[in-house]
């Protein structure tokens, strides 16, 4: 049975070790959430979940979970429903990024993108909706980029834009239960994920161009995702859906040319 604890407003975030994931959840959790983490590595989430508790008593817990994996999902699905009630939002987070050109991409490449930044998503969402559906109320939010408008990497692009194509046709079927559907596409932020595969001077040159491009002269921080994310989360949001929130100063009316 359910854990009768978990009474509140329940969030389950993936990706949750990365520093948009910290910051999601640690912002859901200010607004009263309790939380549900899921990562591939406890070390990346452990830190978090015990700032949570003891910020609030047994209102985190964190469920690894590779979401490559279709046995793995199946899996955390199952665990949470087992503990919990109610999940009243889902935030879509976890990502994977291959780097490489069209040139350089084998199949097993784009199956392992495909996997983790669009099955994943759609089929925790097809899981998760049972409870939104019974509770005639919640809410979806897709973490894309704003390369969805703009390019960039073959495979990511692709997985990117299929997320966005996911959150408005989930929006209208979901809209007659009450539940929201909405993307957020963060622009470049400096984190772990961003660069990952890269050196630091590379990386630095493609900030200085983001900041250059960007009409709000800075790059994108975890709290911008998180604030947008919690907005969304609450009430204030239940009349917006199908929505792609691009949260990157208006970074989305540049080119990618120079990334």
């Known amino acids: 049975m359910p854990n ?15 520093e948009i994931g910290q910051a999601l959840c640690r912002r859901l959790h200010k607004d009263g959430f309790n939380i549900i983490a899921v ?89 998760l909706s049972n409870y939104f559906i019974a509770q005639n109320s919640g809410r979806i939010i897709n973490i894309v980029s704003r390369c ?3 390019g960039g990497p073959p495979a990511y692009v692709s997985c990117k834009a299929g997320l966005v194509g996911l959150t408005r046709s989930m929006a209208r079927e979901l809209a007659p239960y009450n539940v929201t559907v909405n993307a957020i596409a963060p622009g470049i932020l400096p984190s772990a994920f961003t660069l990952d595969g890269r050196d630091i001077e590379a990386f630095n040159k493609i900030a200085e161009n983001a900041i250059e491009d960007t009409p709000i002269k800075r790059l994108t921080t975890p709290e911008d995702v998180a ?29 990618f040319g120079r990334r």
Request: glycine share 6%; charged share 20%.
């Open 4 to 18: 009768e604890m978990f009474s509140t407003r329940v969030a389950l975030v993936t990706g949750a070790g990365g």
């Open 148 to 150: 969805w408008v703009a």
């Open 39 to 127: 990562d591939i590595s406890a070390k990346a989430a452990n830190q978090l979940i015990d700032d949570l508790n003891q910020a609030r008593k047994e209102s985190a817990q964190l469920i690894l979970a590779d979401l490559g994996s279709c046995n793995e999902i199946e899996a955390l699905i199952s665990e949470v429903q087992a503990k919990y009630n109610q999940v009243d939002v889902l935030v879509n987070n976890a990502a994977l990024n291959l780097r490489g050109s069209i040139f350089d991409f084998k199949a097993d490449d784009w199956d392992k993108m495909f996997a983790v930044n669009l099955r994943a998503p759609a089929l925790l969402s097809q899981k």
């Open 227 to 255: 604030n947008t994310a919690a907005f969304l989360a609450s009430n204030d949001s239940s009349f917006i859906t199908a929505e792609v929130i691009h949260v990157c100063g208006g970074g989305q009316l540049a080119p």
